[in-house]
């Protein structure tokens, strides 16, 4: 019996831990390939997770923009974020607004094999890969 509850202890010790990802798997460059389920994007999109210094760069499409972050129990914060001030044009500008505007909703992540999902709660609102 004392073994089976060990047993039992240890799986949800491991099972626990695999549903929470962590700060350290977001680190480095990642290519934005879905914005919304919108997948006719530029492939220049990109974000950049510092896990050692808390710090998320990218270029959103005319752009760039930087700020911090943070990871807590599986929970994904942005700090306050900048950017620099190009001048945008058309199907750039719409881009950029959507996903600077995807990213202030973000709240959580995971990672479904080699492809990173930015989400608000459940819902994936964009997908990256390295």
Do not use: Y
Not at 54 to 78: A, E, M, P, R, Y
Not at 81 to 95: E, F, L, P, Q, V
């Amino acid at each position: 019996m004392k073994i089976l509850s060990t047993l039992l202890f240890a799986m949800l010790v491991i099972t626990s831990c695999g549903n929470k990802p962590n700060a350290e798997k977001l680190s480095g460059e990642f290519h934005i390939i879905s914005l919304d389920q919108n997948s006719e994007l530029p492939k220049n999109l990109t974000i950049t997770f510092d896990a050692e210094t808390k710090k998320i760069s990218g270029f959103s499409g005319c752009n760039n923009f930087f700020g911090s972050f943070t990871v807590t129990d599986g929970v994904l914060q942005f700090g306050q974020m900048g950017s620099t001030r190009k001048m945008c044009a058309g199907d750039a500008n719409k881009i950029e607004t959507e996903m600077l505007q995807m990213l202030s909703k973000v709240n959580t992540f995971s990672f479904e094999n080699d492809t990173l999902n930015l989400k608000v709660d459940d819902a994936i609102l964009l997908k990256a890969k390295k």
